[in-house]
């Protein structure tokens, strides 16, 4: 009987050098595994593989020299770890997450939930070649967002409480991008500086400030045989309901105007990047 290959793959199992051999691929969103998880992981390859895993670049846990032969009893295992294949091939990878304000001092934003929304929106979905989610708490940027076709950075846009302020400094010496200053005991904010770091607010002694959560999009971005930084072409996005107008937007973008083995930057250079920022503009703006 002929083997599907691409079916093989587009389940997570990719074919090794070594004959009737696969790498499975393992769904794991946002990094996070459960215990009990890493259990059936490690039973699974002691039993079906040579009794070690590989950790990908992207968070990812593969399991090789899966044997053909086996493969079926290896799907039945992983659901009863509650573990899912990942995918390979020409569609959307599973999404990449730091650990986020749940966990991190520095974070900014839910990272692990984000990541969970856009796996069950996107995961799998089939393009012209693969797609790549990061999400990252700050911009300490742990998760390295711009590597992504499209990274999301956490932020905090920040107002100043003055009647709360003891103008004790700590906000301006703290700045990295020398953003506040102090005049006449007034606190002045350059937002044309302010990367939304939140730094400021997170070390200010008596909460004199007031924090809206946000998000920062880059699109296009490669590391590869070429590499790009993907690029921010919108404002700080503060509401769910315009941050996946604007992704739907982008990947519909690349669905719509993609060839197939290409990557979605170089659909943004063939289309045209003045054409491709003016979509994203409309839907900023719904």
Request: charged share 30%; with cysteine.
């Amino acid at each position: 009987m002929a083997v599907d290959y691409g079916t093989l793959k587009r389940g997570g199992f990719m074919r090794q050098k070594q004959k009737n051999c696969f790498s499975l691929r393992l769904k794991v969103v946002g990094g996070h595994l459960e215990a009990k998880q890493l259990l059936k992981i490690a039973e699974i390859s002691e039993k079906y593989g040579d009794g070690h895993v590989h950790l990908t670049s992207r968070q990812g846990v593969e399991i090789p020299f899966i044997k053909l032969a086996d493969i079926d009893e290896v799907k039945t295992a992983l659901a009863e770890g509650d573990c899912e294949p990942g995918t390979c091939g020409p569609r959307v990878r599973t999404v990449t997450a730091c650990q986020g304000m749940e966990i991190c001092p520095s974070g900014c934003v839910d990272t692990y939930a984000l990541a969970q929304e856009l796996s069950e929106r996107f995961f799998g979905m089939e393009l012209p070649h693969k797609f790549k989610f990061g999400v990252t708490g700050c911009q300490n940027n742990c998760l390295k967002a711009e590597e992504n076709d499209i990274g999301i950075k956490g932020g905090i846009r920040v107002t100043w409480i003055e009647d709360k302020c003891i103008h004790c400094g700590v906000c301006e010496s703290i700045c990295r991008t020398k953003a506040i200053s102090f005049k006449d005991n007034k606190l002045l904010l350059d937002e044309s500086k302010c990367n939304y770091c939140g730094r400021c607010t997170k070390a200010c002694p008596v909460d004199s400030w007031v924090n809206d959560e946000g998000y920062i999009l880059s699109f296009g971005g490669l590391f590869g045989n070429r590499i790009h930084r993907g690029e921010e072409l919108l404002p700080l996005i503060q509401d769910k309901e315009t941050l996946f107008r604007v992704i739907d937007a982008a990947v519909h973008f690349f669905k719509e105007n993609g060839s197939s083995g290409e990557r979605f930057r170089f659909t943004i250079e063939r289309v045209g990047e003045e054409i491709f920022r003016e979509k994203m503009k409309e839907a900023y703006h719904g």
